[in-house]
T-cell receptor
């Protein structure tokens, strides 16, 4: 069955430290993966998608099909990065696509 | 452009009642998806509507239903409410159906079932 696992519910780092939010997926098809972020009192929003191979706010994520992972990384965390992060997998079911979300990781960047 | 709006923002109901939630997508967006968010299960896909047709459905009982109007506004209905239906219900809109389109989320409707 298709599944997204984010093993850490909480992650705390100091400002300037590297951060890595882990995401593993299970899917028999060709995976399309996304990271969504929700800052305090704001809406859930797309951070980045693997197909774009982009870097947003200093974050990058590489799809590793061998390890079925899509970890989110930033070399130097900032306090404004504190938020809830969700990894999501797009699956095709019955000719339609839908997103399957992980349960999220709450990142706290301490001063 | 105005963002996705959802009404009402908060709702309290009792078991057995039914509820209707509304979602107005960003102007021009034709796809609307609904999600249920709970502390235990996280974000779970409910269904997606495009051009007034349900295109995809998650693993929820038939008590959960929805519809989309010609102006792309969408409603979801939950009948015979159960305590476990207490959740934040999010809708998201996108320009087209493909998942490659960015989904824009609304603020959510928080439903409490007593």
């Amino acid at each position: 069955a298709q599944r997204v696992t984010q093993p850490e519910k909480l992650l705390s780092v100091f400002k300037g430290a590297p951060v890595e939010l882990k995401c593993n997926y299970s899917y028999s098809g060709s995976p399309e993966l996304f990271w969504y972020v929700q800052y305090s009192r704001q809406r859930l929003q797309l951070l980045l998608r693997h197909i774009s191979r982009e870097s947003i706010k200093g974050f990058t994520a590489d799809l590793n099909k061998g390890e079925t992972s899509f970890h989110l990384k930033k070399p130097f965390a900032q306090e404004e990065d504190s938020a809830m992060y969700y990894c999501a997998l797009s699956i095709t079911q019955g000719g339609s696509e839908k997103l399957v979300f992980g349960k999220g990781t709450k990142l706290t960047v301490n001063p | 452009k105005a963002g996705v709006t959802q009404t009402p923002r908060y709702l309290i109901k009792t078991r057995g009642q039914q509820v209707t939630l509304s979602c107005s997508p960003i102007s021009g967006h034709r796809s609307v998806s609904w999600y249920q968010q709970t502390p235990g299960q996280g974000l779970q896909f409910l269904f997606e509507y495009f051009s007034e047709t349900q295109r995809n459905k998650g693993n929820f009982p038939g008590r959960f239903s929805g519809r989309q109007f010609s102006n792309s506004r969408s409603e979801m209905n939950v009948s015979t409410l159960e305590l476990g239906d207490s959740a934040l219900y999010l809708c998201a809109s996108s320009l087209r159906r493909t998942i490659q389109e960015t989904q824009y989320f609304g603020p959510g409707t928080r439903l409490l079932v007593l």
